[in-house]
């Protein structure tokens, strides 16, 4: 197969394509660099030894998609591009849904007008809300709480009309939980610029020494240390997990949900004693107050998933730090 991958050079994406390549699948990424490096396309091919196709442009170029999923013979498309910081969404919800909502429908238009049918879309556990119960199961009720998650859901729903509308589509939205870790070789890994907003790469940088201290946001929630507990995935298993939805899509049409997840949920000390394990020191924290927004606990129940698409995420949150470390060590 050749798969376009949006968003082809960012951090879930470019670990995904070295699972396609190695899986014998041909890759286009697609990329407008805007949060990621050019520099990945290299180490994609340093790690597979198969050079994957670049092409730098921005989704909402329907015209450009187009042309790209037709000049590589593109037959199905992994949808990752798109604009992820909660808190700047909030700031900014113009350019979300610019991005993330119209670059979408863009994407759709160039696929339609290509022939090609076949979407796995990057969607996220925030789609969940605020937990009725847990673990989180696909019924479980929707509605997100800030405008990226309302950008997720408004795709999500864009997709099933779509789906409904014309029974050859075939897509996967994938809810992912919270993706962790790098690739084995050290050689691509989460980048985010400034300060990082999710738990995992502000740790690495106390770490490395370029933050003082990890701020642990709340010590008072209904969780068995009192801090925030999350379902954390390995980005290698996340890759894998696209994988099989596509291979899933094989033979199903329609549209379909998923969660990926591991079913474990870690707290923030969890992860931060997993991470000093890793690194061999001691990490400075302070007690902050809860940040606005989070709930106290979240994770998946993955059962859909291995049943439905043979999948189950099996690194262990030791191996989620190890490889973050050697990634974040190794820059
Ligand atoms: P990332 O920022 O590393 O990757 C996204 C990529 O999309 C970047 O390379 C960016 O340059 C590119 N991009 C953004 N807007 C674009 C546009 N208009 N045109 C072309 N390229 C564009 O983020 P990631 O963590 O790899 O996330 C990938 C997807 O997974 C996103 O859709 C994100 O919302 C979703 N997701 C991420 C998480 C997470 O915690 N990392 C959790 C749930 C869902
Ligand atoms: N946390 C801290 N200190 C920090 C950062 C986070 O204590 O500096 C805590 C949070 O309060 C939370 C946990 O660590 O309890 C995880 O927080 P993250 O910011 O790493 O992740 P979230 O669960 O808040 O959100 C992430 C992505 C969302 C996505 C969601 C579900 O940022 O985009 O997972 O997939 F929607």
């Given at each position: ?114 022939g090609t049918r076949t979407l796995v879309f990057s ?135 998923f969660n990926l997840g591991t079913g474990q949920g ?66």
């Amino acid at each position: 197969m050749t798969i376009l991958l949006t968003g082809g050079t960012g951090y879930i994406a470019s670990h995904t394509a070295v699972t396609l390549l190695e899986a014998g699948h041909q890759v286009v990424l697609f990329d407008n660099l805007c949060n990621s490096q050019r520099d990945v396309v290299a180490r994609i091919e340093q790690i597979t030894g198969k050079a994957p196709v670049f092409v730098e442009g921005d989704i909402r170029d329907t015209q450009l998609l187009r042309t790209t999923l037709d000049q590589h013979g593109c037959d199905s498309v992994i949808h990752f591009a798109g604009l992820k910081a909660v808190g700047e969404s909030v700031a900014k919800p113009i350019l979300y849904y610019a991005n993330n909502v119209q670059g979408t429908i863009s994407l759709l238009q160039a696929m339609e007008a290509a022939g090609t049918r076949t979407l796995v879309f990057s969607s996220s556990a925030t789609v969940y809300g605020e937990p009725k119960y847990l673990p989180f199961d696909e019924s479980h009720p929707t509605g997100a709480t800030n405008p990226y998650g309302r950008t997720k859901l408004h795709i999500e729903e864009m997709l099933k009309d779509v789906c409904a509308s014309d029974s050859s589509w075939r897509v996967s939205c994938l809810r992912y939980f919270n993706p962790v870790g790098a690739h084995p070789s050290g050689l691509i890994g989460e980048d985010p610029q400034g300060i990082p907003n999710n738990l995992m790469p502000f740790v690495a940088k106390v770490a490395t020494g370029e933050l003082e201290a990890i701020g642990i946001f709340g010590s008072d929630y209904p969780t068995a240390d009192g801090t925030g507990v999350r379902d954390y995935i390995h980005v290698m298993d996340l890759a894998e997990g696209h994988l099989a939805g596509l291979r899933f899509l094989r033979d199903h049409t329609g549209w379909h949900a998923f969660n990926l997840g591991t079913g474990q949920g870690y707290s923030v000390l969890d992860l931060v004693a997993a991470f000093e394990r890793a690194c061999g020191k001691q990490l400075q924290r302070k007690m902050l107050p809860r940040r606005p927004g989070d709930i106290a606990s979240s994770y998946a129940n993955s059962a859909k998933a291995e049943s439905e698409l043979g999948w189950r995420g099996t690194r262990s949150l030791d191996d989620m730090c190890q490889s973050t470390w050697k990634w974040q060590s190794s820059k």
